[in-house]
């Protein structure tokens, strides 16, 4: 990727975030943006929700998908268990 950065030498790697805490703040995993730091990479956070996912998926060198509760069964057609967790909404329009 052509960068005019202080970074350039460094690959932007994003990272997925959760929904909204209860203070309103996105959140990711400290342990994956450490891990992306250890390597020499700069975490980029994505929060869900992005109408544009494309657009910030081409700035970056690479994506971390941080997983979360499980997609309603309905989402792919799929018959569900008693034992999954729903992720929020807003992560399903990411």
């Known amino acids: 990727m052509n960068r005019t950065s202080p970074f350039s030498n460094r690959p932007l790697i994003g990272v997925t975030t959760r929904n909204r ?5 996105f959140v990711a995993p400290g342990r994956y943006v450490d891990a992306i730091r250890a390597a020499g990479g700069i975490p980029v956070l994505f929060p869900p929700g992005e109408s544009e ?3 910030l998926l081409s700035w970056v060198d690479g994506l971390v998908l941080t997983g979360g509760g499980d997609l309603c069964p309905s989402t792919y057609r799929g018959s569900g268990t008693e ?3 729903v992720s929020g909404t807003e992560s399903l329009r990411a």
């Open 53 to 55: 996912p494309q657009d």
């Open 83 to 85: 034992s999954f967790r």
């Open 21 to 25: 805490n209860d203070e309103g703040d």
